[in-house]
């Protein structure tokens, strides 16, 4: 069964804080790691999708890495704003399947 | 231009009923993924399109769950005989080409109510 695995579950920090999350994957058959960010009443939207180890992908104040020999990749938020309260979603997917498999979530909470 | 749209945003049943869940993607894109999210809980993989045929149906949690997509673009979910525990949103994604490694675009999800 593959599973991936989200911490911490949720997240409150104050305005102009730096942060990041773990997300947990199995390391064997490893195709591509995605990172999404869902708004409360909103779409999930697509923030990064890495496929090679060691990769690190940065569109603004957000990055992420990957390692994909011991299975984790990690999202950081420098500076977090209150616009940037969401749920961070990572979604793995393995060689020989089209299925992606998505972990429960982190929360974050930023405020003002 | 337009993204993934779903119909209807919200659907209310009785348990027993049939229902069915549309899904517009994006023109031009071959893929199509239906996922079912439930409170507190990521999207779980239902189904994968690619083209007109399911790639991928290995997600769908029995046999009342159903998908075509018969022309490669508009694709409905049906579910036969609801039951309460198929409450959830029901989310369907769209991306260029084939292969887990693109980027999904998402619709607003479809909620089910099953009373």
């Known amino acids: 069964i593959l599973n991936v695995e989200q911490s911490p579950q949720s997240l409150h920090v104050q305005e102009g804080d730096s942060t990041n999350f773990t997300c947990s994957f199995p390391s064997s058959n490893f195709y591509a790691l995605h990172w999404y960010r869902w708004e409360t009443a909103k779409s999930p939207e697509a923030l990064f999708v890495m496929t090679l180890n060691g990769d690190e992908k940065k569109k603004g104040r957000i990055s992420a890495t990957l390692n994909t020999k011991e299975g984790y990749s990690y999202l950081y938020i420098k500076g977090s704003q209150p616009e940037d309260s969401a749920t961070y979603l990572c979604a793995f997917s393995n060689t020989g399947g089209f299925k992606t498999i998505f972990g429960a979530g982190t929360r974050l909470f930023v405020k003002a | 231009g337009a993204g993934v749209s779903q119909t209807p945003s919200n659907k209310v049943t009785e348990k027993g009923k049939y229902v069915e869940l549309r899904c517009d993607p994006i023109?031009?894109?071959?893929?199509l993924y239906w996922y079912r999210q439930s409170l507190g809980q990521g999207p779980e993989f239902l189904i994968y399109?690619?083209?007109?045929?399911?790639a991928d149906d290995s997600g769908l949690p029995n046999d009342r769950f159903f998908a075509v997509r018969p022309e490669g673009s508009v694709s409905t979910l049906k579910i036969q005989r609801t039951e309460r525990g198929d409450s959830a949103v029901y989310l369907c994604a769209s991306s260029w080409g084939e292969g887990s490694y693109n980027e999904q675009f998402f619709g607003p999800g479809t909620r089910l109510t099953v009373l």
């Open positions: 023109s031009g894109h071959t893929a």
């Open positions: 399109f690619q083209g007109t045929g399911a």
